[in-house]
């Protein structure tokens, strides 16, 4: 197996990476006490974009 294939090593990252998103957004909304979405929310560190991508739960 070559570890460095681009497509291989996506899939096997994907398979790899836990979810935690809906459990953090959900204690974010409790926290933060959110009936509505925000009107922005950042992301530092983004890496692949998942967490950016889960942020759309509580910001537009």
């Known amino acids: 197996m070559n570890y460095f294939n681009r497509k291989t090593a996506a899939e096997r990252y994907s398979r790899g990476r836990p979810d935690f998103h809906s459990n953090t957004l959900k204690h974010i909304k409790e926290y933060l006490q959110l009936d509505l979405k925000l009107d ?16 759309l739960d509580i910001a537009n």
């Open 40 to 55: 922005k929310a950042l992301d530092i560190a983004c890496g692949t974009g998942l967490s950016t991508k889960a942020l």
